[in-house]
């Protein structure tokens, strides 16, 4: 199930699966197919792991970027991203939180309302733990430049919906 989710969601090319480090930050592994990395992303969760993957495919294994007067590898930033192949919205659920929802259901409510008003394509829906994470793919990669126009478009859609 896991292969077939992330052939759907990720183009082809250098793909990033992620899971919390022991101290900070990340472990990223750079897998060099949606195969490599969905065996990752198995493995992640073996250990018990909470596991993430980068939605877009890399240019390089990571890039040289300054950070506070320092030179450090960057993998999963912007400059760093070749194409997407999908839309994406993460709904977090957090019950009495002004900007969150009540619950799971009352976040995917409110997506099926935006849905049909917008007669917009029912997205897939994926528990996060937390809320919930909805994907829209599409047929064939987007390059990062024009997916960035695209999202921002679909990013004030969602807005007016409050989503």
């Not at 890039?63 to 912007?78: F, L, Y």
């Not at 994907?135 to 960035?148: C, E, G, M, S």
Request: net charge neutral; proline share 6%.
């Amino acid at each position: 199930m896991t292969l077939e989710f992330l052939k759907k969601v990720l183009p082809e090319g250098l793909i990033v699966i992620a899971r919390p480090a022991a101290t900070k930050g990340y472990v990223q592994v750079v897998c060099k197919s949606i195969e490599d990395a969905a065996t990752q992303a198995k493995k992640f969760d073996a250990l018990g792991k909470d596991t993430y993957f980068g939605l877009g495919s890399l240019i390089e294994p990571f890039v040289m970027e300054m950070r506070n007067g320092e030179e450090v590898k960057a993998v999963r930033v912007g400059q760093n991203i070749s194409e997407l192949k999908c839309l994406f919205i993460d709904m977090d659920v957090e019950p009495g939180h002004p900007k969150k929802y009540e619950s799971q259901v009352a976040a995917v409510t409110a997506l099926r309302q935006f849905c049909r008003d917008e007669s917009f394509p029912a997205p897939m829906i994926v528990s996060s733990g937390g809320g919930i994470h909805a994907y829209w793919p599409f047929d064939k990669p987007v390059a990062a430049d024009q997916w960035r126009n695209l999202a921002q478009a679909f990013k004030a859609s969602l807005a007016v919906y409050g989503l």
